[in-house]
C-alpha cells in the first residue's frame, strides 16, 4: 500500500491548476489567521467565530469541540472574551 494514499489535500478543496502543497499553505495560512485572532488579553469571540468558519470552508480541520467553546463564550459575551487574565 502507498504511504500516501489518502494523504494531503483533497481536491475538493483546491482551486483548479492548484497543486497540492500550494492549497496546503493556503489552508494553513487560514488557520494562522484564527490564531492571530487569539492574540492579547482580550478576545471578540465573534469574529473568532467567524475565522474559524472561513478557514473551515476553505478546507481547515479543527478539533469539533472547539465550536462548543466559542458558542459558549458567545452566549455569554458577545464581545469579549478575557483569555489571559491579569497576572498582579
Known sequence: MDC?????????????GESPSDAAMSIMFEM????DELEGPTV????LREALLRSRDKGAVWD????????????IDRAVWIVQPLRR
Not at 494562522?32 to 490564531?35: E, G, P
Request: net charge positive.
Open 44 to 47: 471578540n469571540p465573534t469574529m
Open 64 to 75: 469539533t469541540a472547539i465550536y462548543s467553546i466559542v458558542d459558549r463564550v458567545i452566549s
Open 32 to 35: 494562522s489567521k484564527v490564531w
Open 4 to 16: 500516501r494514499q489518502g494523504s494531503g489535500v483533497s481536491r475538493a478543496t483546491r482551486r483548479p
